[in-house]
């Protein structure tokens, strides 16, 4: 089996993070996201990755590299897309690479508990030509659902308007090659009139219904997380610290309080500070005379000196410092400076890029 993972897109909803940055890039628990659903693949054996990616992203490439650095067996590809062209269109793409096998398809923004062996034992279990992780939602009317009849799926239908089903589709499933039928009969659907028709979701599901090839799904029972804006992103990293933070101390803590699960990297220096975890800190950090609450993470190299904050995800490099008001819910970008003004006259200073948003409290 191998792997079409999914990293292209321009991630509109985060900007201005991915004006600079791939959004599968983006660090959830001081991990890349996309690096997530990579070693969910790993763990259920795969070796062969292909990651489709924008065209002319070096990124990406620069990242993640050939796949060594996952395991010596691993190897990674990468296939670019020449436009946006539908979530679906990077299978008919890689139909040479993927060849007879059958294989995992997964956007890279997809965070999931629990990983994908459960699910993918169902597939083989069902023996079925295509199989998809489902999520029970009350807001499915802003995603693909799945209808169901008798443990199969009879239709998808693209944000429904009226109900239809709750299943909402989660952009993770498991196909065998007859998925690239498909393309040799359907086009591309436009439900926006954007002028842009694109192969959505239900285009190609559909077809494999119609066509009598069986196609089952999986509901995800933990949580399930598509990262697409900035508050996804934060209650992303809020799961995972709860989920995975240890207590492991690798850097050099003097005078500090620690409660709960805090996780600190090598050569982080932590000097006079109260952690309430969960908290992840990763490499190089130095933290002094501050506060940090519950389900932050602080990215490597990043200075953060007599500050209150939680619930936030400093990117890397960054510098926070010199604050008298708490930083809670923030996402700070790489090489980023957040501090006071103590001169006057007293007014708040700003450099905003596009699409950014800033909240002063009163």
């Known amino acids: 089996m191998k792997a ?31 690096e ?3 070693l969910d693949a790993i763990d259920l054996g795969i070796k062969d990755i292909i990651i489709n990616i924008n065209k002319g992203d070096k990124e990406m490439p620069e990242l993640l590299g050939d796949g060594k650095r996952f395991g010596k067996s691993i190897k990674i590809q990468y296939i670019e897309q020449p436009e946006p062209n539908g979530m679906m269109y990077p ?18 923004d997809n965070i999931l508990a629990g990983g994908l062996k459960q699910h993918y034992e169902d597939f083989k279990k069902k023996k079925s030509d295509a199989h998809v992780l489902v999520v029970k939602r009350p807001d499915y009317q802003n995603f693909g659902v799945a209808v169901m009849k008798d443990g199969k799926i009879i239709k998808t239908v693209e944000k429904p308007k009226e109900f239809v089903s709750d299943l909402v589709l989660s952009a993770i499933y498991f196909f065998t090659p007859c998925v690239f039928k498909a393309f040799e009969h359907v086009k591309p659907i436009d ?43 934060i209650l992303a990293n809020r ?37 309430r975890g969960p908290i992840s800190i990763a490499e190089n950090v130095v933290l002094e005379n501050s ?72």
């Open 191 to 233: 439900p926006k009139g954007t002028g842009k028709p694109e192969y959505y979701p239900p285009v190609i599901n559909n077809w494999l219904v119609e066509n009598g090839y069986t196609m089952t799904a999986s509901e995800v029972t933990g949580w399930w997380k598509d990262t697409g804006a900035p508050e996804d992103i």
């Open 239 to 275: 799961l995972v610290l709860e989920r995975e933070v240890l207590d492991i101390c690798e850097g050099n803590v003097v005078d500090s309080k620690i409660e709960g699960n805090v996780e600190i990297k090598k050569g982080a220096q932590i000097k006079n500070c109260t952690l």
């Open 36 to 38: 997530r659903i990579i």
């Open 4 to 34: 079409l993972i999914l990293a292209g897109g321009r991630g509109t909803r985060l900007r201005p993070l991915t004006h600079t940055k791939n959004k599968h890039m983006l660090p959830i628990g001081n991990r890349p996201m996309i």
């Open 291 to 362: 506060y940090v609450g519950p389900f932050t993470s602080i990215g490597a190299d990043s200075i953060v000196k007599n500050v209150e904050i939680e619930n936030s995800i400093l990117m890397g490099n960054c510098n926070v410092h010199d604050l008298d008001r708490r930083l809670d819910s923030c996402l700070i970008g790489w090489n980023a400076e957040v501090t006071s003004k103590n001169t006057h006259p007293k007014a708040d200073s700003m450099y905003i890029g596009d699409d950014s948003k800033v909240e002063i409290s009163r």
């Open 91 to 108: 299978i008919k793409l890689a139909e040479k690479l993927i060849g007879d096998e059958e294989f995992l398809f997964s956007a890279g």
